[in-house]
C-alpha cells in the first residue's frame, strides 16, 4: 500500500533542485579527478627526468636496482593515473546525464586517447632496439653502438602528458570565472560560443598576453632541449650533446633559425627534434611579434586624443597664418613708397598666404572639435537631467495628493 504522506509522483520544480545540487557535486568530484591526475602524472614525469638523468651522467647503470625502482615507481603513478582518467570520465557522463545530454562516441574517443597517451612510459627492465639510421659523422663513427635503450623513445612520449596542465588550468579558470555555471553554458550556447580549453587559452592570451607567451616559449625551450639530449645521450653515449646546456644552447640558435655550427645533432631522433625546433620557433616568433604590435595599438581613448591634439594644433596655425596675412599687408601698404621694404613685405604676405590655405586644406580633412563644444554638450545634457528630475518630482507629488485624497474618501464614507 501507498503512503498518503509520500507523494507518488515528482513535479520538474520539485526535482530541478536535486538535479542541480546532484550536478555540482559530480563537477566538483570531476575537478578533483583532473587534479590528481595533473599531480600524478607530474610525478611520472618527474621519476623519469631523474632517471633518465641518472643514466646519461652514469651515476647509474642499467639493469640495476636504482633503475629498476624508479621504473616501477614511474609505472605506479602511471597505473593511478589511468584510474582517474576512468573516474574523470565517470563522472563526465552523470554530468551529461544530468543535463539532458548524450556524447556516448565522443567520450569513449576521449577515454581512448588519453589512455593512449599516458600508458606509454619506461617500463622495469632494459629493453633494446637496433639503432635506426645511424647518421654518418666523425663523432658517430667514435660513438658508435649497434642498440638503442628503448626508454629513450618511451621517455619522449611521456612528454604529450603536458596536455594535463592545460587542463588543470581550463578547470581553475573555470571555476574561478562562471560563479553560474548554467547561466555560463545558455549564454555560451544562445552566442555560438564553446566553453573549452581553446576559449581559456584566449582568455589568458587575452588577458596576460606577455605572461602566457613567455611562459609557452620557456615550456618549449626546455622540452625540446630535454628531447635533444635524450635522443643524442641514448643514442651516442658521451658526446657533447649529453649535457643539458650544450642541448639548451643548440634548441635556442636552432629556435632563433641562427645555427653557428658549433653544435649539431647527430642521431636521427636528434635531427627530428631539431627541425620541429626550427618550425615553432618560426611560427611562435611570428606569434610573438602579433601579441607586441597588439598591445602597443592605440586604444579608442588615445585615439581620440591624439585626434584632438592634432586639430587643436592644425586651427592653432591657421589663426597664425591669418594672423600673419593681416598684418604683412599692412606693413607691405605702410611701406608702399619705399620699394625695397615694399618687396620684402610683400614676398612674406604671399608665403603666409600658402600657408593659410594649406593649413585650412588639412583642417577640413577633421571635424572641428573644440573645448568650449564639449562644454556646451555637457551642460546641455545637465539641462535636460534636470528636466526630466523636475517632471518626475511633480508626478511624485501628484500621486501622493491623489492618494491622499483618496484616503480622505474613505474615511468619510467610514464615519
Not at 57 to 82: C, P, R, V
Not at 133 to 148: N, P
Not at 150 to 155: G, I, N, P, R, T
Request: hydrophobic content about 45%; proline content about 2%; charged content about 20%.
Amino acid at each position: 500500500m501507498r503512503c498518503k504522506s509520500i507523494p507518488a509522483t515528482f513535479s520538474a520544480s520539485t526535482l530541478a533542485p536535486v538535479l542541480l545540487a546532484l550536478k555540482e557535486n559530480a563537477i566538483k568530484k570531476r575537478r578533483f579527478c583532473v587534479y590528481m591526475k595533473c599531480l600524478f602524472g607530474a610525478v611520472g614525469m618527474f621519476f623519469m627526468v631523474l632517471e633518465g638523468e641518472l643514466i646519461i651522467s652514469n651515476t647509474i647503470q642499467k639493469n640495476t636496482l636504482t633503475s629498476d625502482a624508479l621504473k616501477t615507481l614511474i609505472s605506479i603513478s602511471t597505473a593511478i593515473l589511468i584510474v582517474f582518467i576512468i573516474v574523470q570520465y565517470t563522472y563526465q557522463k552523470k554530468i551529461e546525464r544530468f543535463s539532458n545530454r548524450s556524447r556516448n562516441l565522443r567520450c569513449c574517443v576521449e577515454i581512448i586517447v588519453e589512455i593512449v597517451v599516458c600508458v606509454v612510459h619506461p617500463f622495469p627492465g632494459s629493453g633494446r632496439i637496433p639503432k635506426p639510421l645511424q647518421t654518418i659523422s666523425k663523432q658517430s663513427a667514435e660513438l658508435t653502438r649497434d642498440f638503442v635503450y628503448l626508454d629513450a623513445y618511451l621517455s619522449l612520449f611521456m612528454i604529450f602528458r603536458f596536455y594535463l596542465f592545460g587542463q588543470v588550468t581550463s578547470e581553475w579558470l573555470s571555476s574561478k570565472l562562471y560563479s553560474n555555471r548554467t547561466l555560463a553554458k545558455h549564454l555560451a550556447y544562445l552566442t555560438k560560443v564553446r566553453l573549452n580549453s581553446t576559449f581559456m587559452m584566449k582568455y589568458l592570451l587575452f588577458r596576460y598576453p606577455f605572461q602566457f607567451v613567455s611562459t609557452i616559449l620557456f615550456l618549449v625551450l626546455i622540452v625540446n632541449s630535454f628531447a635533444m639530449q635524450t635522443c643524442e645521450a641514448y643514442t651516442f653515449p658521451g658526446s657533447e650533446m649529453g649535457s643539458f646546456l650544450n642541448a639548451l644552447w643548440l634548441v635556442i640558435i636552432t629556435f632563433l633559425t641562427i645555427g653557428y655550427g658549433d653544435f649539431y645533432p647527430v642521431s636521427f631522433c636528434g635531427r627530428c627534434v631539431s627541425a620541429a625546433t626550427g618550425f615553432l620557433g618560426i611560427g611562435i616568433t611570428g606569434f610573438i611579434f602579433s601579441v607586441f604590435v597588439h598591445h602597443f595599438e592605440m586604444n579608442r581613448d588615445e585615439k581620440y586624443l591624439l585626434k584632438f591634439s592634432k586639430d587643436e594644433r592644425l586651427k592653432y596655425q591657421r589663426r597664425v597664418a591669418a594672423s600673419n596675412v593681416i598684418k604683412f599687408y599692412y606693413m607691405a601698404a605702410k611701406h608702399r613708397d619705399e620699394k625695397a621694404k615694399y618687396l620684402v613685405w610683400r614676398e612674406r604676405f604671399w608665403k603666409a598666404v600658402h600657408i593659410m590655405r594649406r593649413s585650412t586644406k588639412k583642417y577640413g580633412n577633421y571635424s572641428d572639435i573644440d573645448l568650449i563644444d564639449i562644454q556646451q554638450m555637457i551642460q546641455n545634457v545637465e539641462k535636460r537631467q534636470n528636466e526630466i528630475l523636475s517632471v518626475l518630482d511633480e508626478l511624485g507629488k501628484s500621486m501622493k495628493s491623489d492618494q491622499n485624497a483618496n484616503t480622505g474618501d474613505v474615511f468619510d464614507s467610514a464615519m
